[in-house]
């Protein structure tokens, strides 16, 4: 049988060689929240994808959340991804950065006591991760209209950034419950400006964001990632499918590179989550659509079998095996990861996965 995974895409301006792409996975090893040395390798390793993703990378201290994850906004930064970005496309690799900004998803800890910030004055059920351990999460403060455009800034600047760090391309973190996502939502957002209400409404800061990412990078080497059934991060909304219908229609005539749509996982259903199909989706959406959520190899051929996605995104057979091309192609076996060391640490379950060769 023809493997649809090992036959070539073209994303954007991009031919890759494959539609095995690294999800972005959040790994917390930039201690100084730059980009180093270790970072570099992990990345070189993992560079036969059809595309990388990057780890999400905050576009302003506002957007932190999480311990010892990388930044995008100033000349350090820089100077720290541009080693990822060259080592990458050494091997003829293909890295895309992604763009974050976690809105409540934070702690007073990481701004100097203050509160993080969102959509609404709703505090998600759950727990920080700090640097003191999990704390519960606080309240936000609710955005001003004065301040919008300011973050909508931020993500231009921190795509400038990527640009001059040599990326291929951005992508927008609009998933998993961060700040694009709590907008998104009516469980989250509760505006009663213009950004709140309407699907229209709810969906403007995502589109704002979006097109001043566009100014920067051209539509063509810009995707979205959004999780339309996602329950992570406390998301909830009165009718996802509908409004991820009309989100989807209204991204796709902006010809981006891709819409990556993350698959309803466990944990959403657990969660009661609305399960939206991958089939509304691509009627909705026309370019190019990347899928991930659980998938191993033989779902992965079934999706692009199918027609129901146009290449695949993996994250924890990522983390376990840098050569997983090579292990798809031979049919050989897999590294297990080992879920203690996904976040944090040193190069110990990072960069030590063998590969086969
Ligand atoms: C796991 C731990 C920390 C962050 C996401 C960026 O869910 C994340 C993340 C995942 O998108």
């Known amino acids: 049988m023809t493997s649809h995974l090992q036959s070539p895409i073209k994303i954007g301006p991009y031919q890759l060689p494959n539609r095995i792409i690294m999800a972005p996975l959040t790994r917390m090893r930039a201690p100084e929240n730059t980009p180093t040395d270790l970072m570099a390798t992990y990345y070189e390793q993992r560079a036969s994808a059809g595309l990388i993703i990057s780890e999400a990378s905050s576009i302003s201290t506002q957007g932190v959340g999480y311990p010892a994850t990388p930044y995008i906004f100033n000349a350090a930064h820089v100077a720290g991804w541009k080693k ?25 800890d990481f701004h100097n006591g203050e509160l993080p910030v969102a959509p609404s004055a709703i505090a998600p059920k ?17 955005l001003e209209l004065d301040e919008i455009p300011g973050i909508v800034a931020d993500y231009k600047n921190a795509a400038r950034q990527a640009l001059e760090a040599g990326f291929d391309g951005v992508e927008i973190h609009g998933a998993n419950g961060y700040l694009l996502d709590q907008f998104l939502r009516d469980g989250s957002n509760t505006r009663t400006d213009a ?5 229209e409404n709810r969906a403007r800061f995502l589109l704002e964001v979006t097109a001043a ?19 992570f991060n406390d998301m909830a909304d009165s009718n996802p499918e509908a409004f991820f219908v ?8 902006l010809n981006l590179a891709y819409l990556h ?13 609305k399960v939206i199909s991958l089939a509304a989706l691509r009627k909705a959406y026309e370019g190019t659509l990347i899928v991930c959520g659980g998938y191993d190899q033989a779902r992965a051929e079934q999706v692009l079998e199918q027609g129901q996605a146009d290449a695949v995104a993996f994250g924890q057979l990522y983390i376990a095996n840098p050569d997983l ?22 190069a110990k379950g990072y960069t030590d996965y063998p590969s086969l060769t």
């Open 195 to 199: 950004y709140g209400g309407s699907y």
């Open 246 to 253: 009309y989100l989807a229609e209204q991204l796709s005539p």
């Open 261 to 273: 749509v993350v698959d309803a996982l466990e944990g959403d259903i657990r969660h009661g989550a």
């Open 213 to 231: 990412v566009i100014d920067v990078w051209g539509a063509e080497r810009v995707g979205i990632r959004l999780s339309p059934s996602g329950t």
């Open 84 to 108: 990822i970005t060259a080592a990458v496309h050494a091997k003829n690799g293909h890295i895309f950065l992604q763009l974050w900004h976690v809105g409540r998803v934070s702690h007073p």
């Open 325 to 346: 091309v090579e292990r798809f192609k031979l049919n050989a076996p897999l590294n297990k990861p080992h879920a203690a060391t996904f976040y944090g640490g040193d």
């Open 126 to 142: 759950g727990k920080a991760f700090t640097a003191k351990g999990l704390q519960d999460f606080v309240t936000p403060r609710a």
